[in-house]
Protein backbone atom coordinates (compact mmCIF):
# COMPACT_ATOMS: atom_id res chain seq x y z
CA UNK A 1 0.00 0.00 0.00
CA UNK A 2 1.42 3.72 -0.80
CA UNK A 3 1.93 6.20 1.63
CA UNK A 4 -1.38 8.27 0.12
CA UNK A 5 -3.13 5.20 0.81
CA UNK A 6 -2.50 4.95 4.30
CA UNK A 7 -2.63 8.52 5.17
CA UNK A 8 -6.01 8.45 3.67
CA UNK A 9 -6.64 4.95 5.85
CA UNK A 10 -5.16 6.56 9.13
CA UNK A 11 -7.26 10.01 8.63
CA UNK A 12 -10.91 8.36 8.20
CA UNK A 13 -9.53 5.84 11.11
CA UNK A 14 -8.98 9.24 13.09
CA UNK A 15 -12.23 10.74 12.06
CA UNK A 16 -14.52 7.99 12.78
CA UNK A 17 -12.81 6.90 16.07
CA UNK A 18 -12.06 10.21 17.30
CA UNK A 19 -16.27 11.34 16.46
CA UNK A 20 -17.03 8.07 18.48
CA UNK A 21 -15.39 8.60 21.22
CA UNK A 22 -15.88 12.38 21.96
CA UNK A 23 -20.00 11.30 21.57
CA UNK A 24 -19.45 8.97 23.94
CA UNK A 25 -17.67 11.02 26.39
CA UNK A 26 -19.83 14.18 26.23
CA UNK A 27 -22.86 11.92 27.05
CA UNK A 28 -21.37 10.52 29.91
CA UNK A 29 -20.51 14.34 30.96
CA UNK A 30 -23.70 16.27 29.50
CA UNK A 31 -25.18 13.66 32.04
CA UNK A 32 -23.08 13.73 34.95
CA UNK A 33 -21.18 11.04 36.69
CA UNK A 34 -23.50 9.35 38.92
CA UNK A 35 -25.64 7.84 36.12
CA UNK A 36 -23.05 5.87 35.42
CA UNK A 37 -21.18 5.44 38.20
CA UNK A 38 -24.60 3.79 38.83
CA UNK A 39 -24.37 1.57 35.71
CA UNK A 40 -20.75 0.85 36.29
CA UNK A 41 -21.28 -0.55 39.52
CA UNK A 42 -24.41 -2.37 38.61
CA UNK A 43 -21.78 -3.96 36.19
CA UNK A 44 -19.54 -5.07 38.87
CA UNK A 45 -16.25 -2.65 37.57
CA UNK A 46 -14.19 -2.12 40.13
CA UNK A 47 -13.26 1.32 41.42
CA UNK A 48 -16.22 2.54 39.62
CA UNK A 49 -16.78 5.88 41.29
CA UNK A 50 -13.14 6.83 40.25
CA UNK A 51 -14.07 4.99 36.42
CA UNK A 52 -17.08 7.02 36.52
CA UNK A 53 -14.79 10.83 36.69
CA UNK A 54 -12.09 9.47 34.38
CA UNK A 55 -13.10 7.88 31.67
CA UNK A 56 -15.41 10.16 29.99
CA UNK A 57 -12.51 12.57 29.64
CA UNK A 58 -10.19 9.89 28.49
CA UNK A 59 -12.96 9.30 26.02
CA UNK A 60 -13.11 13.05 25.59
CA UNK A 61 -9.77 14.07 25.40
CA UNK A 62 -8.40 11.15 23.50
CA UNK A 63 -11.43 11.65 20.72
CA UNK A 64 -10.15 14.69 20.54
CA UNK A 65 -6.36 13.82 19.74
CA UNK A 66 -7.57 11.68 17.06
CA UNK A 67 -9.42 14.23 15.34
CA UNK A 68 -6.96 16.39 15.44
CA UNK A 69 -3.98 13.70 14.82
CA UNK A 70 -2.09 14.69 17.63
CA UNK A 71 -0.29 11.97 19.71
CA UNK A 72 -2.38 9.33 18.29
CA UNK A 73 -0.61 6.34 19.14
CA UNK A 74 0.18 7.48 22.80
CA UNK A 75 -3.92 8.86 23.11
CA UNK A 76 -4.72 5.20 21.66
CA UNK A 77 -3.29 2.95 24.96
CA UNK A 78 -5.85 5.08 27.60
CA UNK A 79 -8.63 4.50 24.69
CA UNK A 80 -7.69 1.20 24.42
CA UNK A 81 -7.63 0.35 28.18
CA UNK A 82 -11.40 1.87 28.61
CA UNK A 83 -12.59 -0.31 25.73
CA UNK A 84 -10.93 -3.25 27.44
CA UNK A 85 -12.99 -2.80 30.85
CA UNK A 86 -15.75 -2.11 28.93
CA UNK A 87 -15.29 -5.40 27.05
CA UNK A 88 -14.58 -7.15 30.12
CA UNK A 89 -16.93 -5.77 32.73
CA UNK A 90 -19.76 -4.51 30.99
CA UNK A 91 -20.18 -5.89 27.35
CA UNK A 92 -18.81 -9.02 27.33
CA UNK A 93 -21.32 -11.22 29.75
CA UNK A 94 -24.19 -9.95 27.16
CA UNK A 95 -22.44 -12.28 23.81
CA UNK A 96 -20.84 -10.59 20.63
CA UNK A 97 -23.97 -8.93 18.72
CA UNK A 98 -23.73 -5.22 19.50
CA UNK A 99 -27.76 -5.55 17.81
CA UNK A 100 -30.11 -7.87 19.50
CA UNK A 101 -33.43 -7.14 18.65
CA UNK A 102 -35.93 -8.43 21.59
CA UNK A 103 -39.27 -7.91 20.18
CA UNK A 104 -41.84 -5.12 18.38
CA UNK A 105 -44.15 -3.06 20.46
CA UNK A 106 -46.48 -0.77 18.55
CA UNK A 107 -43.46 2.45 19.83
CA UNK A 108 -40.97 0.21 17.49
CA UNK A 109 -38.30 -2.40 18.20
CA UNK A 110 -37.29 -3.46 21.73
CA UNK A 111 -33.33 -3.90 22.10
CA UNK A 112 -31.20 -6.20 24.58
CA UNK A 113 -28.22 -5.35 26.05
CA UNK A 114 -25.36 -4.58 23.34
CA UNK A 115 -23.03 -6.92 23.33
CA UNK A 116 -18.78 -6.94 23.01
CA UNK A 117 -19.01 -6.48 18.90
CA UNK A 118 -18.59 -2.66 18.61
CA UNK A 119 -15.68 -2.77 21.11
CA UNK A 120 -13.83 -5.22 19.25
CA UNK A 121 -14.04 -2.85 15.98
CA UNK A 122 -12.72 0.65 18.35
CA UNK A 123 -10.10 -2.03 19.43
CA UNK A 124 -9.04 -3.06 15.92
CA UNK A 125 -9.67 0.50 14.47
CA UNK A 126 -7.06 2.09 17.65
CA UNK A 127 -4.81 -1.03 17.28
CA UNK A 128 -4.53 0.21 13.32
CA UNK A 129 -3.94 3.70 13.83
CA UNK A 130 -1.11 2.74 16.25
CA UNK A 131 0.53 0.62 13.32
CA UNK A 132 -0.39 3.32 10.66
CA UNK A 133 0.04 6.50 12.71
CA UNK A 134 -1.42 9.66 12.43
CA UNK A 135 -1.04 9.66 8.42
CA UNK A 136 -0.14 12.95 6.71
CA UNK A 137 -3.30 14.76 5.86
CA UNK A 138 -5.17 17.40 8.25
CA UNK A 139 -2.54 15.96 11.66
CA UNK A 140 -1.45 18.83 13.87
CA UNK A 141 1.51 16.34 14.93
CA UNK A 142 2.38 16.64 10.98
CA UNK A 143 2.09 20.02 10.90
CA UNK A 144 3.97 20.77 14.17
CA UNK A 145 7.35 18.73 12.48
CA UNK A 146 6.76 20.89 9.38
CA UNK A 147 7.33 23.63 11.00
CA UNK A 148 10.16 23.23 12.94
CA UNK A 149 11.89 21.23 9.98
CA UNK A 150 11.08 24.26 7.97
CA UNK A 151 12.62 26.27 10.58
CA UNK A 152 15.45 24.33 11.43
CA UNK A 153 16.86 24.57 7.23
CA UNK A 154 15.95 28.27 7.60
CA UNK A 155 18.25 28.80 10.58
CA UNK A 156 20.76 26.39 8.66
CA UNK A 157 20.68 28.61 5.25
CA UNK A 158 20.80 32.05 7.29
CA UNK A 159 24.32 33.92 6.88
CA UNK A 160 25.62 34.48 9.71
Avoid: C
Avoid at 35 to 64: C, D
Avoid at 74 to 81: D, E, G, H, K, Y
Avoid at 126 to 146: N, T, V, W
Amino acid sequence: MNNTRQSIAALLLRLSLGAGFIAHGLAKITRGPAGFEKLLRFEGVPFAHINALVAPYVELAGGGALVLGLYVTVSAIPLLATMLVATVFVQGHYGFSSVKTMGLTPEGPVFGPPGWEINLLYMTGLLALMLLGEGKYFSLRRLRIRKKSSTFIQDQTRPD
